[in-house]
């Protein structure tokens, strides 16, 4: 079935067609017919938050080749340091980014499976397919902004291999400050330091 017939499929009839692909045992076939239906009703929400993504490093990446005060002070608020090395790694990193951003499509993405309450998305770090799988708490975050689709996006994709290669030391904007205080290296490597700081959060 093509993305095509599967989007004109009256709600009712997609519904009943996800519901018996989710009950039981689930054939590779099967998988990639729900992951299909899946897509399609999430289209456009993906297709606009990469937008938003790409707008978000674009604006990073001018910001850290201007790199005045107000740059090299949330520099010091994320990674605990302002110096030449901290700069380079961040603007190779978010242009990495940026890159596997533009190449990303929507067969890039799938649902969380299983699905976990408060997770916005995961990802396997040597994935060589870069897929990015989806979850609950990214459908009702904000586009832009603190923990927002945009952010959550380059938060995963920080964590490829040969990408960003960042880890979770920590997670939310308290305990990532105080990493940067404490540990500017670790800060550096950490995902959801990177996340607030391309997200601007306050
Ligand atoms: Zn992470």
Same mark, same amino acid.
Do not use: C
């Given at each position: 079935? &093509?993305?095509?017939?599967?989007?004109?499929?009256?709600?009712? =009839?997609?519904?009943?067609?996800?519901?018996?692909?989710? &009950?039981?045992?689930?054939?590779?076939?099967?998988?990639?017919?729900?992951? @299909?239906?899946?897509?399609?009703?999430?289209?456009?929400?993906? &297709?606009?938050?990469?937008?938003?993504?790409?707008?978000?490093?674009?604006?990073?990446?001018? /910001?850290?080749?201007?790199?005045?005060?107000?740059?090299?002070?949330?520099?010091?608020?994320?990674?605990?340091?302002?110096?030449?090395?901290?700069?380079?790694?961040?603007?190779?990193?978010?242009?990495?980014?940026?890159?596997?951003?533009?190449? =990303?499509?929507?067969?890039?993405? @799938?649902?969380?499976?299983?699905?976990?309450?408060?997770?916005?998305?995961?990802?396997?770090?040597?994935?060589?397919?870069? *897929?990015?799988?989806?979850? @609950?708490?990214?459908?009702?975050?904000?586009? *832009?902004?603190?923990?927002?689709?945009?952010?959550?996006?380059?938060?995963?994709?920080?964590?490829?291999?040969?990408?960003?290669?960042?880890?979770?030391?920590?997670?939310?904007? *308290?305990?990532? @400050?105080?990493?940067?205080?404490?540990?500017? /290296?670790?800060?550096?490597?950490?995902?959801?330091?990177?996340?607030?700081?391309? /997200?601007?959060?306050?």
């Amino acid at each position: 079935m &093509s993305l095509a017939t599967i989007r004109s499929l009256p709600e009712p =009839t997609r519904q009943r067609l996800k519901d018996e692909l989710r &009950s039981g045992l689930m054939s590779d076939q099967d998988h990639e017919a729900y992951n @299909k239906i899946w897509r399609a009703e999430h289209e456009t929400q993906l &297709s606009q938050a990469l937008k938003d993504q790409q707008a978000m490093l674009a604006k990073k990446q001018d /910001e850290l080749k201007r790199w005045d005060e107000d740059a090299k002070a949330k520099a010091r608020t994320w990674f605990g340091g302002d110096d030449e090395v901290t700069r380079k790694k961040l603007q190779e990193r978010v242009d990495r980014i940026a890159a596997l951003s533009k190449a =990303t499509s929507l067969d890039s993405f @799938k649902p969380a499976d299983p699905e976990k309450e408060g997770r916005f998305a995961y990802v396997y770090a040597k994935d060589e397919s870069r *897929t990015i799988y989806i979850d @609950k708490a990214f459908h009702s975050a904000p586009a *832009t902004g603190t923990d927002s689709k945009a952010g959550a996006l380059s938060h995963e994709m920080s964590h490829f291999r040969g990408v960003g290669d960042t880890t979770d030391h920590v997670y939310g904007p *308290t305990k990532a @400050k105080a990493l940067a205080k404490k540990d500017p /290296e670790a800060a550096l490597e950490n995902a959801d330091n990177f996340e607030y700081y391309l /997200e601007g959060a306050p």
